[in-house]
């Protein structure tokens, strides 16, 4: 009896069904071939001597026997510390400024306060040796202390890395009920114990999350310490000295996995505060309009404008110092820095930038938007798109600098059918899609469940197949988070330092990259000009973006506009 | 009960989520033109039903039989079924023409044919001068209707209506309901509603299938169900119901505390401890204290609720609770309601029913 019953579960599948598994397990494949099994090659690297024969944990212990490697951890986390602690106050006062109060020229700060991501993050440790180098301008404000080292890293990542902190807490400050402060007040509490105890509640797990996410990018950026950090080592130079520099790729590993890990635990902690963030608003909720109080906006026009300024002066730094003929004794103005010709480099490295820029932007949005809609929308395979997700939210955990490692091991074994794209465009294109996947594909993800669920039913029930569908309905009402999508890789994949620094060729040296080695080679100059062409062009394709959401965009969505004509 | 009309039959239907079983050995069948409903409280099956009979669920065991075919194993594109969500659920970034001509033209009609349906659709729901417009310019009982007429473009056999009415103004409910009933007639497309409202239910359904946990608990036609309940539970999930804690003693009387009641004892024998169930609207308000069937007791409150006043009254040890009396507001005017006022109930043996405790 319960045999037979057992034979009916047999369902049967129509064309969509199968497509999407066959995809699905294509998906599977290539974060096995893209992710996971180089970073296994990665660890069994780290267990493993120059000959290639296992040894066990041999190369741990003799990194925990070398205090000079151990010193870099101590570093490491020292400039993490700080930089988060700092960065995490002034990027929350300054998202507090601009939701929660009526400061003036709100718009014009945010725009400012986002351009550091335009840039790459050497940018502004070449700006901070023109302010305070041995020939900087303000050299005298350190009270003898040398910019190269600790106080440069610090300053440096906490400039670059302060938009991304202002973003998460923009968005957690911005979700608030403000029935929640009418209730308050209404009981009369004062505004002091209203802030803390309301909004910091409110925001605690955006603030939590904002210190995981900033400790992860300053603990394992490469670019940073590489121009600033002097004689001041950390685990992201240490990793790159081995490779590079003494070709010991045991221990480069070794060093990968003591990165690789505390990214880990960030990550994990990072995941599980923003899960419970969302369930914090509910739809009843009536969104937070600040009042006016002129004494708080004031002091927040100030604060803001202080940091604006900073931003401003810092860029600008690396601008001038790119145009003036020879620092500091020659300051007129001249265009032979952006010659690179001289420095044997050229223009390539530029142009390759560009197309990896674009290859990552074009085939990274369509294979992040078609495996976040797999995951979302099929209605069968739940354990295969259960791995997918997982494999889609490892990259975020990965460092780039270890990935890039993880993929010289992999592709470059001389047994690896892929061992043909080692040193090529693709192989450079490819990791930054894996690097930059898990913000992408949220980004993604967040954006297909806000469509009715019940979308895919219906043209079933029509008998219309899924993929027409997609094309018909998901893509044109997710147009606007696809092209932001494509604009992150884009930015992302011009500015990267730390995911490519291995991986390029003689043929695909990139921008970033070249203007480290300008800097190693005493061209600071060459350097600041290659970095602003990048900031040039991630400015460019922003305003081209903003020009399509507002022209193109006004079209093909027009039923978002309507509303407001009819109603 | 094998029928030449049976159009749709689920056959000892079970559907399990891990180890919570959602639905358990459905038995149904569903004649030509009916129009059913599946009626019970958030979380007893009736839409894991529903969507087992579309396909969008696939069951543990079980099979699901349309016009005497075996579609159990069949993926819902393979199915013949039009089906509107409570969500609505159309597509925001086409008209309403579009979205309703959405299931046609992949069905390779013509283009002159296709604006001559759409027309008709329109019209049958009303909708016509709203052709152009996105959906996010209808209210939602219009976007309602579009969601209907798209559902129904294709002449689907069957329809399926997953609590279409809950996220409506109560004013507009009331409106749709008798429209998608008139519309179902017109048509005669064989249709089921999931519904958590059993007003919505008894208004519409031809017959009500009444679940809980995951099993149906009474079918039958919407008057069967409501003077015929089977169970404590249906009496008052369907209308409200005033429970008394009762004995029968060995004159097989209905006895609550000391006062005897004459009803219809059914089943029951000498000594069973029992509920008597009685309906608001079947109490009435008596002065003399004479007949059979005589509660006395004091009034503690009364709800004005337009058309009638319900009463909250008290008994003298009889029940903790409250009895709740509904009285037409003309027979309310009459007899002078007042807070604290002594009064008798009264209510005729054919109105009481008996159900174990």
Known sequence: MSLFKFANIRRGKDSSDRVGLFMLISYIILFLLFLVLPLGSLISKSLQNKDGEFIGLTNYNLYLQEPALFQSLYNSLFVAICSTVIVVVLAFLFSYALTRTCMPFKGFFKLIALIPLLSPSILAAIALVYWFGNQGVLKEVLLGKSIYGP?????????????????????????????????????????????????????????????????????????????????YNVLATDIYKEVVGMQNFQMGAVISMVLLVPAMIAFFIDRYSRKKQISLLTSRSVVFKPKKHFKV??????????????????????????????????????????????????????????????????????????????????????????????????????????????????????????????????????????????????????????????????????????????????????????????????????????????????????????????????????????????????????????????????????????????? | ???????????????????????????????????????????????????????????????????????????PSNRDFGIVFQSYALFPNLSVFSNISYGLINNKWKKADIKKRVDELLSLVNLTEHATKYPSQLSGGEQQRVALARALATSPGLLLLDEPLSALDAKVRVFLRKQIRDLQRKLGVTTIMVTHDQEEAQTMADRIFVMKDGEIIQSGTPSDIYTKANSPFIASFIGSMNFIPAVIDSSNKVKCNKIEITCDIGKFKANDSVQLAIRPEDIQFKQNNQDDNMIPGTIKEIEFLGSFQRVYFETINITDELIIVDVPSATARKIELDINKEMNLYFSKEDARIYST
């Not at chain 1, 440069?152 to 029935?179: E, K, N, Q």
């Not at chain 1, 009418?182 to 909004?199: G, P, W, Y």
Request: hydrophobic share 50%.
């Open chain 2, 1 to 75: 009960m094998l029928n030449n009309n049976t159009y749709l039959e689920v056959k000892d239907l079970s559907k399990s989520f891990g180890s919570f079983e959602a639905i358990k050995n459905i038995d149904i069948n569903i004649q030509e033109g009916e129009f059913v409903c599946f009626l019970g409280p958030s979380g007893c099956g009736k839409t894991t039903l529903l969507r087992c009979i579309a396909g969008l669920e696939t069951q543990s065991t079980g099979s699901v039989i349309q016009k005497n075919i075996n579609i159990s194993n069949e993926p």
């Open chain 1, 151 to 231: 106080i440069g890293i610090i300053m440096a990542s906490v400039y670059w890395t302060f938009p991304h902190a202002l973003i998460i807490l923009t968005t957690s400050l911005s979700l608030s009920d403000s029935r929640l402060y009418e209730a308050a007040d209404v009981l009369k509490t004062s505004k002091l114990r209203a802030f803390f105890t309301i909004t910091i509640p409110g925001a605690r797990y955006g603030i939590i999350s904002t210190a995981f996410v900033i400790f992860t990018q300053v603990f394992t950026d490469f670019g940073v310490p590489k121009v600033i950090g002097g004689n």
């Open chain 1, 297 to 567: 906006d004031m002091i927040m026009l100030g604060f803001c404008s202080a940091l604006a300024l900073i931003i401003i002066l810092m860029i600008g730094m690396a601008q001038y110092g790119a145009i003036v003929k020879f620092w500091p004794y020659n300051l007129n103005f001249t265009l032979k820095n952006y010659d690179f010709q001289v420095a044997g480099l050229g223009w390539d490295s530029f142009y390759n930038s560009v197309r990896l820029a674009f290859y990552t932007a074009i085939f990274g949005t369509i294979i992040i938007f078609v495996g976040a809609y797999l995951i979302e929308k099929l209605r069968i395979n739940e354990g295969y798109r259960n791995i997918v997700q997982f494999f889609a939210l490892m990259p975020m955990a990965v460092p780039g600098l270890v990935l890039g490692l993880a993929y010289i091991f992999f592709f470059n074994a001389k047994d690896n059918p892929l061992n043909f794209i080692y040193a090529t465009m693709i192989i450079l294109v490819v990791n930054t899609i894996v690097h930059f996947y898990t913000v992408s594909h949220l980004t993604a993800i967040t954006a297909l469940k806000q469509m009715d669920k019940e979308f895919e039913s219906v043209s079933l029930s029509l008998k219309i197949p899924i993929y027409k569908m997609f094309w018909r309905v998901t893509l044109p009402v997710c147009l606007p988070p696809i092209f932001d999508v494509s604009i992150y890789l884009f930015v992302n994949a011009m500015t990267t330092v730390s995911g490519v620094i291995f991986l390029y060729s003689y043929d695909t040296t990139l921008a970033s990259v070249s203007a480290i080695h300008l800097d190693e080679q005493g061209e600071v100059a060459k350097a600041a000009a290659m970095a602003m062409l990048i900031v040039y062009v991630s400015v460019a394709v922003r305003l081209t973006h903003t020009i399509i959401t507002k022209k193109v965009l006004r079209k093909t969505q027009a039923w978002r506009y309507n509303i407001l004509d009819t109603k």
